[in-house]
């Protein structure tokens, strides 16, 4: 039976379910923002519920713990979206790597889940469309009830992972758009680092990349090379330009990503494509996988780098803003592939370039990146190579590359840092 109002399907779930439940709830492009809604209009679902999931900052927008004043939430992303119901110890964060995260979701306390699903098949099989990263680690946890959300917009592929629609506890319905995230007219800074990483790139290499400004400013300056993959959690519009320069490989698997966040031209051309696969975060982000993919090139992005080579991925002025995602995993995967490579970029200063983003010595509390996984560093001034340096080579390549304002500074007081050490 499939409910056609959303509150009925609420009320149905609730009955199969704990006084005080664990749901985990499905993010990225999978976000049931419906059933939010229903949530907030009806109070009858119920108190003490705590909401799990994976939320993507700037893409899933909603507060899951200030629907009701009894939810709590927890999760592995703290945007400004939950920073009152952080404040308010409502929601939890925890400090998880993607992969650390499956592992939490496949042995913490769960009573029930909701997820987004595509419309049935042929043979009466729903997908996970076009959002494959988390959800699969739950409804293969057996004894799990959940409430499946079909959506009629939720596009499938060939590969999205399928399941009968009998594995779910209720079925309901909506025909809502999914998460739109289009690419931005870049600034030039962008532009010159989307260049120098190019040059590090070689026709058929393995990109992984994540999502926002760097990802676009990459894949606008590789529509010469031939022969492309891409391995990477997330795949966003700016792959469209690759596929129209005739760049990616041919093969079958020549993208293979846990989720897709764009635009209705992205959803569209993943309806009938031949070359991309959707996977689980259990492989995705699997170091086993990872260390057999020759020549893969982990581009990502952090907030500041220090002279050490340690990066913060999460911090801006003293308050969480974001978490470790796949960073870490992808970082220590691609120093393990052959010829594999770990780039990390940023744009060389902030706040109208009063700040500089290369600083001298980080907080104790705001290290995402170790400086043992530390590889490649680049901004709109150059690439700084630190794999297999000494401390005085790491912070006179970082100098180098940082904005020449401030290397007068940065000098200095790495020579103090250096006469203590």
């Not at 499956?102 to 029930?112: Q, R, S, V």
């Not at 889940?113 to 076009?130: H, R």
């Not at 739950?138 to 799990?144: F, M, S, T």
């Amino acid at each position: 039976m499939i409910y056609h109002l959303i509150s009925d399907a609420l009320k149905n779930f609730r009955g199969s379910l704990p006084k005080a439940p664990r749901l985990y709830v499905a993010g990225c492009t999978g976000e049931p923002i419906e059933i939010a809604n229903s949530l907030k209009e009806n109070s009858n679902f119920g108190e003490d519920v705590t909401f799990l999931g994976i939320w993507i900052p700037g893409v899933n927008k909603t507060d899951w713990a200030s629907l009701h004043a009894t939810y709590k939430a927890e999760t592995i992303f703290l945007s400004p979206d939950l920073r009152a119901s952080f404040n308010e110890k409502k929601t939890s964060f925890l400090p998880l790597t993607y992969v650390q995260s499956w592992k939490w979701l496949e042995t913490t306390p769960l009573d029930g889940a909701i997820v987004m699903v595509s419309p049935p098949d042929k043979d009466g099989n729903v997908s996970l469309g076009v959002s494959a990263d988390f959800s699969q680690v739950i409804l293969e946890r057996e004894g799990v009830p959940t409430l499946a959300l079909i959506n009629h917009a939720m596009p499938t592929s060939k590969s999205s992972p399928k399941y009968p629609l009998s594995r779910f506890h209720t079925v309901t319905e909506t025909n809502t758009p999914l998460n739109q995230i289009p690419s931005i007219t870049l600034p030039e800074t962008f532009d010159r680092i989307g260049q120098h990483i190019a040059g590090l790139i070689k026709d058929g290499d393995t990109l992984q990349f994540g999502l926002g400004n760097v990802q676009q400013a990459v894949l606008s300056n590789l529509t010469k090379h031939k022969n492309l993959k891409i391995h990477a959690g997330m795949i966003s519009d700016p792959l469209l330009e690759l596929v129209k320069s005739d760049s990616l490989s041919s093969d079958e698997d020549a993208v293979t990503t846990g989720v897709a966040i764009g635009t209705d031209q992205l959803y569209d051309y993943l309806k009938s494509s031949e070359i991309v696969s959707f996977k689980p975060v259990s492989y995705t982000h699997d170091i086993r996988t990872l260390a057999k993919l020759p020549n893969l090139k982990a581009i990502n992005s952090a907030i500041e780098i220090d002279l050490f080579g340690q990066a913060n991925a999460e911090f801006i002025g003293g308050k969480q803003v974001s978490g470790t995602g796949g960073l870490v995993d992808f970082l220590r995967g691609a120093a393990i592939a052959p010829n594999g490579r770990g780039i990390i970029a940023l744009a060389s200063t902030a706040k109208k370039e009063t700040i500089s983003r290369i600083v001298p010595r980080l907080p104790a509390d705001a290290t995402s990146i170790a400086r043992a996984d530390m590889d490649t560093v680049v901004t709109e001034h150059g690439v700084a190579t630190l794999k297999n340096k000494t401390l005085e080579e790491r912070a006179q390549a970082l100098i180098g590359i940082a904005d020449p304002a401030f290397r007068d500074e940065l000098q200095l007081a790495w020579q103090n840092i250096r006469n203590q050490l």
